[in-house]
């Protein structure tokens, strides 16, 4: 295990304090990315909605689904090395301004009497596009002002905030685009996207290594993908979550209608319990994943986590809208907070400095290349009866991605849990 004792120091001399309090910077930063977190799943209903207003069509909501996710492919195949070779912070603040712009010129063009499809599909691309180099620099980042022996509690407090959120979000969502209509939601995100930069300008500046020169760019990042794909604890766990985001794709581009079909709600008051009974259940898994995953390691964190995920579909496809089936949903998504933590914290732990905002890019760029197929295949189906088949058997790819690492290296190795 390669992790640089060095990293938690940030700029002007300041020293973080222990794991357990985690310091200020970290602080500010965590504040920052909180806030963003609440605006974004305030607009992860705002823009279907909308959407749905406009055209009536479920392809048009998974595309605009998928032309959000799709960068992070696409930034995959040379983002991490412009991660590796630009100063974070300052291009992390270009990034949170370009999107709040992005989202108040969209708000202003939900007010037209004729609000223009096309417009929402390219403020998507455009905000995922920077979204992708956002999310990657930001673990990168955390690498740099937490300490190792922090890295699970810090990625554990980030997916408790992603979480709560996630449960809060789309219920504030809903109720402004009943009662104000879809431009209030998206004008809160553009302004959550404001607090997020001026979060990062109170992190400070922040030190990094640079000792080793970068040769050309292709060069660059054909090392992060040999590095990927070397290390076996990393491929085997970006191969995982791909399974599993072909899934999560198919699951959050129509959620509203696995809801109406599988869980058999029969309001929108039950949908936004079921999303709630989610973020509750990723909460519960955030805050817990550190002691457990000191406990298990972090390999092991990945593979329950995914299984258990994987078994909450299932089961609360069985037991349907009710206080058991959304007990057993919220269950599951504990094991999505679990694998969250322990996949992020894998990759910060056992990739070196200078490599890490390439490694760390390529992940993700596999493992998320199968949000967009998932989001293009779950609209596709959504108005036949090919839908409700294809949901209740779709989760075993949940399973699958779980269950393959149990023989491999990433279960027999505790992976040196690092929690703090």
Known sequence: MEVDPAAGRPGRGRHLAEPAGLGPVFGALWFGQAVSQLGDFIAYLTIPLLVKTITESASAMGFAYALEQGPTLLF???GGVLIDRIRLRPAMIVADLARAAAFFYLAAAAEQPTPKIGV???????????????TNSLYVLLKLVVPGPGLARANGLIATSQQATFALGPLIAGI????????????????TYLVSAISLVLVGRVQRDASEPMTSVTEDA????????????????????ALANLYIGFFESTYVIWAQTVLMTTSPEQIGLMVAASGLGGILGAIVAPNILKQIG???????????????????ARFGFGVLGLLVFMVGYVGLGLTNVAVATIRQSFVPERLLGRVITASRAIGWATLPIG??????????????????VAPA?????????IPTIVWRSTLGGQSG
């Open 76 to 78: 995959g195949l040379l």
């Open 120 to 134: 929402i599909f390219v403020v998507a691309f455009l905000v995922g596009s920077f979204s992708a180099f956002f």
């Open 176 to 191: 402004m685009f009943a009662q104000l209509g879809p431009a209030a939601g998206l004008r809160i995100n553009g302004a």
């Open 222 to 241: 054909r090392e992060g993908f040999r590095f990927l794909f070397a290390d076996s604890r990393l491929r085997l766990v970006t191969i995982a979550v």
């Open 298 to 316: 972090l390999g092991r964190g990945v593979a329950i986590g995914l299984v258990g995920y994987g078994l909450g579909f299932v089961t609360a």
């Open 375 to 392: 989001a293009l295949i779950g609209p596709a189906l959504a108005d036949n009866t090919a839908y409700e088949s294809v949901a209740l």
């Open 397 to 405: 790819l949940l399973l699958i991605g779980g269950l393959m690492l």
